[in-house]
């Protein structure tokens, strides 16, 4: 029971790892577009996801995650399919807000340490997110309930950000984001906060920071 | 009377070069990042009717360049731009070139 407590723990640090850097990220960039992502977390997690968008309205597509445990050898690996739905958008003249929905199916491999044996299991996600923005200020808050055999848990991210000047399209975008983050299940007690540098320009993403701990993230992203 | 003419024809030459020239201006709802207007483009990029596009996230404007002879109705601006998740509040077709229209831009951002 400790055992897998420990992994339910790593798991939620990790995956709270990808939630700092994927959260301000809409996972429709636009309809026809194609968004390919490569993220590095703390140490324990690096993800790939590619989706396309049929329609602004949603987008398909997959990824694979792998996550290292910082309390034992533990592994996971997994890959999965995902449907992203843009449930609602609201266009003003300055400002956008969307909600967003997602689910997700894939297969988890469990690598445990020491003798325990090596698992396969079913994996499915849902999640969303609603989101305001200007060219100056963001606010998004975002919950992510992931469920496998061996694990279950909620991760809810508040995040604010602001450019301290209004990008164009031809010029680069910089933002300041502050992150706050609650876990469910008793995996996490308090809220743990990052902050981030976002830059981005045309078709490219990019994005570094540090949580509170000192630990790394950073995430690239294109879209075409 | 043969001055006035030959004036009038080149008036007239030069208003219909000027309105060859001539683009199509949208305000639009929602511009708030680059990854909007890079969308705008590319949906407006694929009507074969298109020349030239340009976005303006600070004036909340998307302006198209058609090719000579060619244009692109309203309702087909509006579904385009509809259909990548944005509204359209105004049309506008004015004579002045898209080219003249980014340079006025940059000058009035510098």
Same mark, same amino acid.
């Given at each position: %029971?400790?055992?897998?407590?420990?992994?339910?723990?790593?798991?939620? !640090?990790?995956?709270?790892?990808?939630?700092?850097?994927?959260?301000?990220?809409?996972?429709?960039?636009?309809?026809? #577009? !194609?968004?390919?992502? #490569?993220?590095?977390?703390? +140490?324990? %997690?690096?993800?790939?996801?590619?989706? &396309?968008?049929?329609?602004?309205?949603? @987008?398909? #597509?997959?990824?694979?995650?792998?996550?290292? @445990?910082?309390?034992?050898?533990?592994?996971?690996?997994?890959?999965?399919?995902?449907?992203?739905?843009?449930?609602?958008?609201?266009?003003?003249?300055?400002?956008?807000?969307?909600?967003? %929905?997602? +689910?997700?199916?894939?297969?988890?491999?469990? @690598?445990?340490?020491?003798?325990?044996?090596?698992?396969?299991?079913?994996?499915?996600?849902?999640? #969303?997110?609603?989101?305001?923005?200007?060219?100056?200020? &963001?606010?998004?808050?975002? !919950?992510?309930?992931?469920?496998?055999?061996?694990?279950?848990?909620?991760?809810?991210?508040?995040?604010?950000?602001?450019?301290?000047?209004?990008?164009?399209?031809?010029?680069?975008?910089?933002?300041?984001?502050?992150?706050?983050?609650?876990?469910?299940?008793?995996?996490?007690? +308090?809220?743990?906060?990052?902050?981030?540098?976002?830059?981005?320009?045309?078709?490219?993403?990019?994005?570094?920071?540090? !949580?509170?701990?000192?630990?790394?993230?950073?995430?690239?992203?294109?879209?075409? | 009377?043969?001055?006035?003419? *030959?004036?009038?024809?080149?008036?007239?030459?030069?208003? =219909?070069?000027? /309105?060859?020239?001539?683009?199509?201006?949208?305000?639009? =709802?929602?511009?708030?990042?680059?990854?909007?207007?890079?969308?705008?483009? $590319?949906?407006?990029?694929?009507?074969? /009717?298109?020349?030239?596009?340009?976005?303006?996230?600070?004036?909340?404007?998307?302006?198209?360049?058609?090719?000579?002879?060619?244009?692109?109705?309203?309702?087909?601006?509006? $579904? /385009?731009?509809?259909?990548?998740?944005?509204?359209? $509040?105004?049309?506008?077709?004015?004579?002045?070139?898209?080219?003249? *229209?980014?340079?006025?831009?940059? /000058?009035?951002?510098?």
């Amino acid at each position: %029971m400790a055992l897998r407590n420990g992994c339910v723990m790593a798991t939620m !640090t990790c995956l709270g790892a990808i939630a700092v850097t994927t959260a301000h990220a809409k996972p429709i960039a636009f309809a026809h #577009g !194609t968004t390919v992502m #490569g993220e590095y977390g703390a +140490g324990t %997690m690096v993800e790939v996801q590619a989706f &396309y968008a049929p329609t602004y309205r949603y @987008s398909i #597509g997959g990824g694979h995650l792998s996550l290292q @445990s910082d309390l034992t050898d533990d592994t996971r690996d997994i890959t999965y399919a995902r449907l992203n739905y843009l449930a609602k958008r609201w266009n003003r003249e300055a400002a956008q807000a969307n909600i967003f %929905m997602w +689910g997700s199916i894939g297969r988890a491999h469990i @690598s445990q340490a020491g003798d325990r044996p090596t698992d396969n299991q079913f994996a499915w996600n849902v999640g #969303g997110q609603a989101d305001y923005e200007t060219r100056r200020l &963001y606010a998004s808050f975002r !919950t992510d309930l992931h469920e496998a055999h061996a694990y279950s848990h909620r991760i809810d991210t508040l995040q604010l950000g602001f450019a301290p000047y209004p990008h164009d399209y031809q010029t680069l975008a910089t933002w300041f984001v502050v992150q706050g983050r609650n876990y469910t299940g008793g995996i996490y007690d +308090g809220i743990e906060w990052a902050g981030l540098l976002r830059f981005f320009k045309r078709n490219a993403w990019l994005e570094a920071g540090l !949580t509170l701990d000192g630990k790394v993230q950073a995430m690239l992203m294109f879209n075409f | 009377m043969r001055y006035l003419l *030959l004036v009038s024809i080149t008036l007239a030459a030069l208003f =219909n070069v000027r /309105a060859q020239a001539g683009t199509i201006e949208m305000k639009v =709802n929602g511009l708030v990042c680059g990854f909007c207007a890079q969308g705008i483009e $590319k949906t407006l990029r694929r009507n074969a /009717a298109t020349a030239d596009v340009l976005v303006s996230l600070e004036n909340r404007l998307v302006a198209v360049s058609t090719k000579e002879g060619a244009d692109i109705p309203d309702a087909d601006l509006r $579904k /385009a731009l509809t259909d990548a998740g944005y509204e359209v $509040k105004a049309i506008e077709r004015t004579s002045r070139s898209i080219d003249a *229209l980014r340079s006025e831009l940059q /000058a009035t951002h510098k």
